[in-house]
Nanobody, 119 residues
């Protein structure tokens, strides 16, 4: 029903920036909540940020507040994650996800994009 494709990952030095993109296709609705999650080697997947397609109701994990910005471009059906002041602990595979339930249950996931921050 919904396909999500992430891009924009790569290698960056600590203190640098990256912008991740999540292109959505298929049967998407304006009521869907979009989110970014990440999983570092040997660790559980963790919440990073969420947003409505309208651009409202943004939420962030404490670990990224003030550094990351989640945004949408409705015309392009794309969600972005601007990552600034990157730290080594931000290294992870970042996944885009969509929630169609309204209860923060993310049923649709992209394949992920690797972000590596070097010290």
């Amino acid at each position: 029903q919904v396909q999500l494709v992430e891009s924009g990952g790569g290698l960056v030095q600590a203190g640098g920036s990256l912008r991740l993109s999540c292109a959505a296709s298929g049967r998407t609705f304006s009521s869907y909540t979009m989110g970014w999650f990440r999983q570092a080697p040997g660790k559980e997947r963790e919440f990073v940020a969420t947003i409505r397609w309208s651009g409202g109701n943004t939420r962030y994990a404490d670990s990224v507040k003030g550094r990351f910005i989640i945004s949408t471009d409705n015309a392009k059906n794309t969600v972005y994650l601007q990552m600034n002041s990157l730290k080594a602990e931000d290294t992870a595979v970042y996944h885009c996800a969509a929630d169609s339930t309204g209860h923060m249950v993310f049923s649709y996931w992209g394949q992920g994009t690797q972000v590596t921050v070097s010290s």
